[in-house]
Nanobody, 127 residues
Framework: QVQLVESGGGLVQAGDSLRLSCALSGRAISNYGMGWFRQAPGKERDFVAAISRSAATLNYADSVKGRFTISRDNAKNTVYLQMRSLKAEDTAIYYC????????????????????WGQGTQVTVSS
């Protein structure tokens, strides 16, 4: 059974940086494309970033391009989201998701393409 646990969230000021981690247990993360989504109060859960199994393909939401970087360490079964130049509008609960990929290698941007989700970690950016 796959479990995802996010960590690294917190309260920061605008302009600060933060790194989120997502640890996958129960299976090897190398079989999964991984993604980050976020949900602000009263809004839908939106795509932030995704990385393919091989890390050859990366996708980002326009709102975070140039500020956020997704990466993975298959040896540690962990995926990361480095966030820089944080803005108040980045405030949200950040969720990690895993897409099982038997043979393909993709970085999905749609919620429906993911099989497993973490519980989320709160990121609050004060202006």
């Amino acid at each position: 059974q796959v479990q995802l646990v996010e960590s690294g969230g917190g309260l920061v000021q605008a302009g600060d940086s933060l790194r989120l981690s997502c640890a996958l247990s129960g299976r090897a993360i190398s079989n999964y494309g991984m993604g980050w989504f976020r949900q602000a109060p009263g809004k839908e859960r939106d795509f932030v970033a995704a990385i393919s199994r091989s890390a050859a393909t990366l996708n980002y939401a326009d709102s975070v391009k140039g500020r956020f970087t997704i990466s993975r360490d298959n040896a540690k079964n962990t995926v990361y989201l480095q966030m820089r130049s944080l803005k108040a509008e980045d405030t949200a609960i950040y969720y990690c998701a895993a897409d099982y990929q038997a043979l393909s290698s993709r970085a999905p941007t749609s919620k429906g393409q993911y099989d497993y989700w973490g519980q989320g970690t709160q990121v609050t950016v004060s202006s």
